[in-house]
């Protein structure tokens, strides 16, 4: 994917030494949601930099690795690139004003018509090929993007998870609760609890 030689290890090296900062910052939140959880993340997709100097899409799945003490010492992850490129890129191009809106501003609600107007598409079509395109619907890829963010804030704040629900678009604390263990199965002071456990023991 980097374009290196055997000669030319990547080993030592950063993800910033290798790609850009913004690219970098996103496999370090997902390595970090493996470590702290130590759950698996499965079919990510991403746009990754290659050796031609351009981008592909690929799709990644991230692991943890435990030690026979069962303790979590690393992360391990598998990346394809996507196949029938051309079209998975003009689908995701039709759908960027969408995800746009999606990321703008986590604490407002946004109705899937709001979604629908602003790619020019019917709600059903919209429907369709967000489904398609991101094997989930509107609503779970957002929800799915709140709960990252909440996350981030867990791990690299001291907010309170009353603020931390309202600024990720959570209607209260018992909600945000519900939300994550039901994604994470840990509640998010356990995955806060966990978290600075880990970074403690590494």
């Not at 390595?31 to 991403?46: A, C, P, Y």
């Not at 009353?162 to 995955?191: N, W």
Request: proline share 3%; with cysteine; charged share 20%.
């Amino acid at each position: 994917m980097m374009g290196l030689s055997p000669e030319n290890s990547i080993l030592g090296k950063r993800d910033e030494d290798l790609m850009s900062e913004a690219i970098a910052s996103r496999y370090r939140h997902d390595d970090n949601v493996v470590l702290g959880s130590g759950l698996s993340l499965e079919n990510i997709i991403e746009l990754v930099s290659n050796s031609r100097g351009n981008f592909d899409w690929n799709i990644t799945t991230k692991w943890p690795i435990f030690d026979t003490n069962n303790k979590i010492i690393g992360v391990m992850g598998l990346t394809h690139t996507i196949s029938n490129r051309n079209v998975f890129e003009t689908n995701s191009t039709v759908l960027m004003p969408a995800l746009i809106m999606m990321l703008e501003d986590l604490s407002q609600p946004i109705t899937i018509a709001d979604l629908a107007k602003s790619t020019c598409l019917s709600v059903s079509q919209f429907g369709r090929l967000f489904k398609k395109r991101f094997g989930m619907s509107p609503h779970q890829y957002r929800n799915k993007i709140k709960l990252e963010e909440v996350c981030d804030l867990l791990t690299k704040t001291e907010l309170t998870f009353v603020v931390i629900a309202s600024k990720c678009g959570f209607f209260d604390q018992s909600h945000l609760s519900q939300q994550f263990r039901k994604k994470f199965s840990m509640t998010p002071s356990e995955y806060r609890k966990l978290y600075t456990l880990q970074i403690g023991n590494r």
